[in-house]
């Protein structure tokens, strides 16, 4: 089989963290087809300074990444979402351009626009399309504006197939129309060669090192974490906090380090920014306990990802993390509570020994291993191509 992939979700030089669970999941991928990726990348002049749009310019028009072949052509893609409406045609410019031969299926991450574009360029080669929904494509999109609604429920309905990776965003994606026979449940996954328990620190030991892996996003609840943070240290409890994967000179991580000056929480919060995915395990390793204080999170793949490390977690119920996280791997809080928050993580540090790390490690193994996803992902191709063969399509796309 020769999947063509798409995505603006994809890790670069300029954007290392960006889309690396897309990026992880072709790997595997790659033990069951032929892959390409072609990544549109919003065109953008490489201006002095260290701003998103600025790292845009310096992205290559194409590389190998870990042994696959990535392109990312230039597509004009304003900020603030300006002229969203029309971006699918643009992205589709560039997804034309760059395509070299003609796959067997295009497999789209993201409803929009990468999502309506493959299904175009799917109609114009005659070939399926599957696409990912990953949460904020079916649930902030169609609920901002009704045209851009209505440009997710077309790309929708114009795939073969649509993978879904947590009964939230299943819910979602049938609310908008979707033929639940054409919706298949395939989780996030985690690398569980790569994300190990690490030996080399003891829990607890010179103090609790809690961790947050994200964006320095308001959103992403990384202020209700510091408020959390500034109660545990006046009931005198010995804990740090190492924020990763966001500019801390950025907009908000400035907002955020204003933050810490105010509640006193110098020296205790350290920021670090966004890191190439192969220094994560490492960063996980030297942590006790992982945070995801988010206010809507469809998975949450961190969480997987630290638990496959035998960390125990504490995160919101905000969507993806009440199916991921069960009693004996941490707690589930409240959104926007720092006081529930901080109560949540210190009862997992007073009853730290109790968790067994290594049950938490083998149930993700069961669970979330991308070898096994891998070929589920590919078997969900293999039924598409039997469907549809070479010149014909699902009556959703000629509509």
């Known amino acids: ?44 002049l490489p201006l002095p300074g260290k701003g998103r749009w600025s790292a845009y310019g310096r992205i290559e028009r194409a590389g190998v990444l870990d042994g696959v072949e990535v392109r990312y052509p230039r597509y004009l ?109 395939v989780p996030q996954g985690v690398d569980c060669r790569l994300f190990r328990p690490s030996t080399e620190r003891r829990p607890g030991e010179g103090g609790w090192r809690l961790l947050y892996l994200g964006r320095f996003d308001p959103n992403k609840g990384v202020g209700v974490l510091l408020a959390a943070m500034a109660r545990l240290r006046e009931q ?45 395990p490492a960063e996980i390793g030297q942590a006790d306990l992982l945070v995801l204080p988010s206010f809507y999170d469809s998975f949450g793949i961190v969480l997987i990802e630290a638990m496959a490390c035998g960390l125990p977690v504490v995160a919101t119920r905000c969507g ?22 901080a109560q949540g993580i210190a009862r997992v540090l007073d009853r730290y020994a109790t968790y067994d790390r290594a049950a938490i490690r083998r149930r993700i193994e069961r669970l979330y291993d991308y070898p096994e996803l891998a070929a589920r992902i590919a078997g969900i191709y293999r039924e598409v191509l039997d469907e549809f063969p070479a010149g014909s399509l699902p009556e959703q796309s000629l509509a």
């Open 1 to 44: 089989m020769r999947i063509l992939v798409t995505s603006r979700l994809y890790p670069s030089a300029a954007c290392p963290s960006r889309g690396t669970f897309v990026h992880h999941q072709v790997r595997f991928l790659l033990d069951h087809c032929t892959v390409s990726v072609v990544s549109p990348t919003p065109w953008s």
């Open 77 to 185: 893609s304003p900020p603030w979402r300006l002229g969203f409406t029309s971006a699918w045609q643009r992205y589709l410019a560039a997804l034309s351009r760059a395509v070299d031969g003609i796959p067997d299926l295009i497999h789209a991450h993201l409803a929009y626009p990468d999502g309506l574009a493959a299904v175009r360029l799917g109609r114009r080669l005659g070939r399926p399309v599957v696409i990912s929904v990953h949460g904020h494509d079916v649930r902030e999109l169609p609920e901002a504006r009704p045209a851009w609604r209505r440009l997710v429920v077309q790309a929708l309905q114009g795939a073969a197939a649509v993978i879904v990776s947590s009964a939230d965003v299943r819910r979602r994606v049938l609310a908008l129309g979707t033929d639940p026979a054409r919706v298949r449940f």
């Open 236 to 280: 005198g409890r010995p804990v740090g906090l190492r924020l990763v994967g966001g500019s801390p000179m950025s907009g908000t991580g400035a907002l955020f380090q204003r933050q810490v000056h105010d509640l006193g929480l110098a020296g205790v919060v350290e920021f670090c920014g966004e890191l190439p995915w192969t220094r994560v």
């Open 320 to 341: 993806g993390p009440e199916e991921l996280v069960p009693p004996e791997a941490g707690e589930l809080v409240p959104v926007a509570d720092p006081e529930a928050l």
